[in-house]
């Protein structure tokens, strides 16, 4: 229960954030990052093109391969801080450094469910258990 006041309280607070941002500072910033989640995951394909995977599998690869939002939840702030933290606030500074902010709770709220259903909906489809592995299974199982 308590999680899901957290989760209230978050969303309410990005609600109000990107209230305070323009309609094309939002849309630029989805297009940056479905040209960016594009550009990954073709490099992803391409990456693992040299091992022994099927083309199935270098396609689940780079779909779990999709950012879940760490490396944005880490950095997030730190525009805002540094814009916040100068000897002589500038507002200007102050105003990109929320704009970064709220960009960044955005992405995280559309990659990280995005890559997590990625990976559950697609490896059923993608990923198959070769014959000798499937007949192995259960014996490596019981043996435990």
């Not at 259903?117 to 489809?125: C, E, F, V």
Request: hydrophobic share 50%; proline share 4%; aromatic share 4%.
């Amino acid at each position: 229960m308590a999680q899901l006041h957290r989760l209230l309280l978050l969303t309410k607070i990005v609600c109000s954030q990107l209230s305070n941002l323009d309609t094309s500072t939002i849309g630029l910033g989805i297009c940056v990052l479905l040209v960016g989640l594009s550009v990954r995951i073709a490099v992803s394909y391409v990456v693992v093109y040299g091992g022994n995977l099927s083309a199935r599998e270098r396609l689940f690869v780079a779909l779990a391969w999709l950012p879940k939002a760490t490396v944005q939840a880490a950095f997030g702030s730190l525009a805002l801080d540094t814009a916040n933290s100068m000897d002589e606030p500038n507002p200007d500074f102050q105003e990109l450094g929320q704009k970064v902010l709220t960009i960044a709770v955005l992405v995280i709220l559309i990659t990280a469910p995005l890559g997590a259903a990625a990976i559950i909906l697609t490896a059923p489809k993608l990923l198959s258990q070769d014959e000798d592995e499937a007949a192995s299974a259960p014996a490596a199982e019981k043996s435990q």
